[in-house]
């Protein structure tokens, strides 16, 4: 084993601070027991963004382009979660 394999290894030195900081080593403990619940929670979103993908397609599907770009349309299930994203995340911020 050459030395610069080893030296890879010095990302490990991390977990050294978790000895120290008891209460870090307790938030990352509770954050990996959630990742459980994150996962099912992540999948119920995907669930219910695939749900309105499908209305989307069945509603809108036979209108074809709406507009002049070739990919704002509901033609198939990928172009619809497209749509559905675009349409959840604006492009500008609202200010808080």
């Known amino acids: 084993m050459s030395l610069t394999a080893l030296r890879s290894f010095r990302v490990l030195r991390v977990f050294k601070v978790f000895k120290h900081m008891p209460a870090l080593a307790k938030i990352v403990g ?39 770009r070739r990919e704002s349309n509901f033609e198939n299930i990928f172009q619809s979660y497209i749509i559905l994203f675009q349409v959840r995340v604006p492009l500008i911020p609202s200010p808080i």
């Open 30 to 68: 509770v954050l990996l027991s959630s990742a459980a619940s994150f996962f099912s929670i992540g999948l119920l979103l995907f669930l219910f963004w695939t749900v309105f993908s499908i209305i989307g397609l069945h509603v809108f599907g036979e209108l074809g382009t709406l507009t002049n």
